[in-house]
């Protein structure tokens, strides 16, 4: 199958309580030139809201006959590079295959480069972890395949802690999806989550920090320094920048 994320249909996950969100992912997907299509997110006041939303979507994904679907969180923050560095991965894998595509996770644990190419990170041949080592997770931009659609619904059968509820989105598919089906992330993260309110626990989480921390600590290729400061990033953006990625071994 022909790699072109421009082409791959998109769903914004947005609560309807959250316009400001809203008001921040239109501008976002305005900076890539990207079309997309807001889905009114089930609003659960928990973890278990995402978890929903991204299954509704997958149902209109097959009933539709979508090969691939890009689900993104309302908070996902494009980084400057993020035009160059998926025009590249799109020349060097014009036909790649995959279970699970995430555009930028959080890595709990160590990765390594996929054999053979400068551009994706091996999401599921991972190399050994201490006993205590925790996921790769989030779930703010990932693109499934048609091969993992019928495989996300599992989730509803795996109860977490007893409580009626399912394990997270990104757990499961740490767990259950990405270990059985070859799946990827760039060399870099594309889109962090921006820092604010959360939607789970209105509680204030600077995951910008977090998942850009945790990828120079757990993956061999790092995030330049000029990328790791959340004001420069969106002053970058501001001004219309689009910088070109070019990867140093």
């Excluded at 279970?99 to 160590?110: K, M, S």
């Excluded at 499934?144 to 757990?171: C, W």
């Excluded at 953006?237 to 070109?244: F, L, Q, R």
């Amino acid at each position: 199958m022909n790699l072109n994320f421009e082409s791959i249909p998109k769903f914004v996950v947005n609560l309807d309580r959250r316009p400001d969100r809203l008001e921040h992912i239109t501008n976002e997907m305005g900076y890539m030139g990207w079309e997309w299509v807001r889905f009114s997110g089930v609003d659960t006041n928990s973890y278990m809201g995402i978890t929903k939303s991204t299954l509704e979507i997958i149902k209109i994904a097959k009933e539709r006959n979508y090969p691939r679907v890009m689900i993104i969180e309302d908070d996902a923050c494009f980084m400057p590079y993020a035009k160059s560095l998926l025009a590249e991965i799109e020349n060097e894998h014009p036909n790649l295959e995959f279970g699970v595509f995430n555009l930028a996770p959080t890595l709990n644990r160590l990765v390594r480069r996929y054999s053979g190419s400068n551009l994706l990170l091996d999401l599921t041949n991972l190399p050994p972890a201490a006993p205590d080592a925790r996921g790769i997770y989030a779930a703010n931009m990932i693109i499934y395949d048609e091969s993992v659609y019928d495989k996300m619904f599992d989730i509803s059968m795996t109860p977490f802690m007893g409580s009626g509820n399912y394990l997270a989105l990104d757990d499961f598919t740490f767990q259950h999806v990405m270990c059985c089906y070859q799946s990827y992330s760039p060399i870099i993260p594309i889109a962090p989550q921006m820092q604010g309110i959360s939607d789970i626990s209105d509680g204030y989480y600077n995951n910008w920090y977090l998942q850009t921390y945790n990828w120079n600590v757990h993956s061999q290729v790092k995030i330049p320094n000029e990328f790791l400061d959340w004001s420069n990033v969106q002053e970058m953006k501001k001004n219309k920048e689009h910088k070109e990625f070019h990867y140093v071994s």
